[in-house]
């Protein structure tokens, strides 16, 4: 089908595009004009804005901590009763299809679910698969397993510690690395309650930088489009700031992306000894050009915290609200699932909140800050509206301020700031900028060749509302929504890199399986044919 949309505010940073004019698809991509223009579809978009469908980078919505986090709180669940139409949308535990569903609502087309672990990698990809609409994607974790940091004690070269990720990713089928707490989560299990980026593993004699600089290097050279992300280490305390300006120090150059930095934007100033350090880390990050960064922004309402640090989760167990929690240790990372109710009222929550406003309004590049709210541990996905308001608008910027202690302001910054989101780095933030970290050529934008992603909004006064409710959205060049809601299901694919490792490495993998666990390596790795209804889909690594 040949599908014209007509008359609409064409905005697409990765094409240098911002202009009234049509937009043409045929099958799954936008082609170019075509000479006869005439189309068996057409839509008038005037007054409209067209941009690519969105793209999040790290949002949790599937694996082991997900499902725990379902369990734990079934009144959250979409499943567990039918939900009064004036109740906002779940926070917790929205099921695989109404997660689909919402996100393409808001016109995002493709999301990354960034804390898997390798030995739970099937699991993830079969509950992905069964989230309709969106493409998927996820991130593998190392940096706290017995094999890798056994390698790293024994002094195994960096070719050793290459073929180990590149056996991890094709094994698990994953678009990327992910470390988490870096030696703090195997130190947990030696009763470490407190570890920094210099501590040293127990056992293992590294320390934190060590196995950082040691994966960056790895997937650097690997070629994988997304630097290793990284959660550093001490989340939430006052003073972690210096925390992440060291790992930011670290990169030397070299990619390397920080995950939900708002979590790591603490001072310990002021009366409380809790204050705002966003000033400081949004000028490291703008310093260093070879490090990006998501905030992971922090919005008001009942939540629940997912984590595999789960040395951070145990310390916070006392916070949890409601009065219930679950910590999961086992080989690696494990997990920690906390309700928490972030409140207007608190001091400390207004201050998380406004550290991340004030990240994304100090740090210049809308190509290195990524829109996220570190689902659902800041903010359920379903508050980005709102958020995207928040950050185009210092008018509703105030209205929100004002429902804040007056101690957190005192010890913020963010009443000053009177920068504006344009639409266009909105754009690129959700779209351009993504597409590039993760290497997907064909996303993030409009240009002829790229896949039929496209969200159209309807601006208004009302912000929210415009990112609420896409007025079309098409995936694959299929309309899946209609005036905000969608019309029906289609399923999407599953991304993923392909290195090669080395078979020396993969007879040494199989080697320690069988002695630590007497398994097959095999049984743990994720098929090819493991999708039926969503096959991978590989994205390249150049070198």
Not at 13 to 28: C, H, I, N, T
Not at 158 to 186: E, F
């Given at each position: 089908?040949?599908?014209?949309i ?9 094409q240098s595009r ?28 005037g ?23 379902r369990?734990?709180l079934?009144q ?10 004036a109740?906002?949308l ?8 109404e ?11 493709t ?13 993830a990809?079969?509950?992905l698969?069964d ?10 974790i ?31 089928k994953?678009l990327?690395?992910?470390v ?6 195997a130190?947990f ?16 004699g590294v320390?934190s ?5 040691t ?19 001490n ?6 700031f210096q925390?992440?300006?060291?790992t ?5 150059g ?8 708002q ?6 100033e ?5 204050s ?6 949004a000028?490291?990050?703008?310093a260093?050009k ?6 992971g922004q ?6 629940v ?7 951070r ?21 494990g ?19 406004v ?48 429902r ?8 913020t910054?963010?009443a ?10 909105i754009?690129?933030?959700?779209r ?13 934008h ?6 039929a992603?496209v ?8 912000l ?7 007025v079309?959205?098409w995936?694959?060049?299929?309309c ?7 019309t ?8 993923r890199v ?14 320690y ?5 007497g398994?097959?390596?095999e049984?743990?790795?994720?098929p090819e044919a ?12 150049p070198?």
């Amino acid at each position: 089908m040949l599908t014209r949309i007509a008359g609409g505010r064409i905005l697409d940073p990765a094409q240098s595009r911002d202009e009234v004019g049509d937009l043409w698809l045929q099958g799954d991509r936008v082609i170019a004009a075509p000479d006869h223009g005439r189309a068996d579809e057409t839509f008038d978009a005037g007054g409209c804005v067209v941009m690519a469908g969105a793209i999040d980078i790290h949002s949790h919505i599937a694996g082991a901590n997900v499902n725990t986090a379902r369990l734990l709180l079934p009144q959250q669940h979409r499943a567990h009763a039918s939900r009064p139409a004036a109740t906002p949308l779940a926070n917790a535990g929205w099921s695989t299809f109404e997660t689909g569903r919402l996100y393409a609502q808001m016109g995002f087309t493709t999301v990354v679910e960034p804390a898997i672990s390798p030995h739970h990698a099937l699991h993830a990809h079969l509950e992905l698969a069964d989230t309709p609409v969106i493409d998927k994607a996820i991130l593998a974790i190392l940096g706290n397993d017995d094999f890798g940091l056994g390698l790293m004690r024994d002094g195994a070269g960096p070719d050793a510690i290459r073929d180990h990720v590149a056996w991890t990713l094709q094994s698990s089928k994953a678009l990327g690395l992910k470390v988490i707490n870096a030696g703090g989560v195997a130190a947990f299990k030696d009763n470490v309650r407190s570890f920094g980026f210099d501590d040293v593993v127990p056992r293992y004699g590294v320390s934190s930088r060590q196995i950082v600089k040691t994966l960056q290097r790895a997937v650097h050279d690997l070629g994988v489009p997304h630097p290793l992300h990284v959660h550093c280490n001490n989340l939430g305390l006052p003073g972690n700031f210096q925390t992440a300006l060291d790992t930011i120090a670290a990169a030397e150059g070299l990619p390397l992306h920080l995950a939900h930095l708002q979590f790591y934007g603490y001072g310990a100033e002021g009366k409380l000894g809790f204050s705002s350090a966003a000033p400081k880390l949004a000028e490291a990050v703008n310093a260093a050009k070879s490090v990006t960064i998501d905030v992971g922004q922090a919005m008001f309402g009942q939540t629940v915290t997912i984590s595999s640090d789960v040395l951070r989760q145990f310390s916070a167990r006392a916070q949890a609200r409601p009065s219930k929690y679950v910590i999961i240790d086992g080989d690696a990372n494990g997990g920690g699932v906390m309700p928490y109710n972030y409140r207007d009222g608190s001091f400390a929550n207004a201050v998380q909140f406004v550290v991340g406003l004030e990240l994304f309004l100090l740090i210049d590049d809308p190509y290195r800050v990524y829109f996220t709210t570190d689902h659902p541990n800041g903010a359920p996905f379903t508050a980005y509206p709102d958020l995207f308001a928040l950050l185009m608008s210092r008018d509703v910027r105030a209205q929100w301020l004002s429902r804040l202690p007056a101690e957190a302001l005192a010890v913020t910054t963010l009443a000053s700031l009177t920068r504006e989101y344009s639409w266009g780095e909105i754009a690129t933030m959700t779209r351009a900028a993504p597409a590039r970290l993760l290497g997907l050529k064909d996303r993030g934008h409009l240009g002829p060749g790229a896949r039929a992603d496209v969200a159209i909004y309807r601006p208004g006064a009302d912000l929210a509302q415009t990112f609420r409710a896409a007025v079309r959205v098409w995936k694959d060049g299929e309309c899946v929504v209609r005036d905000g809601a969608l019309t029906h299901y289609r399923f999407g694919r599953a991304l993923r890199v392909s290195p090669q490792p080395d078979a020396a490495m993969t007879r040494r993998v199989a080697e320690y399986y069988d002695a630590r666990y007497g398994l097959d390596a095999e049984l743990l790795s994720v098929p090819e044919a493991a999708l039926p209804r969503e096959p991978f889909e590989t994205v390249a690594c150049p070198r």
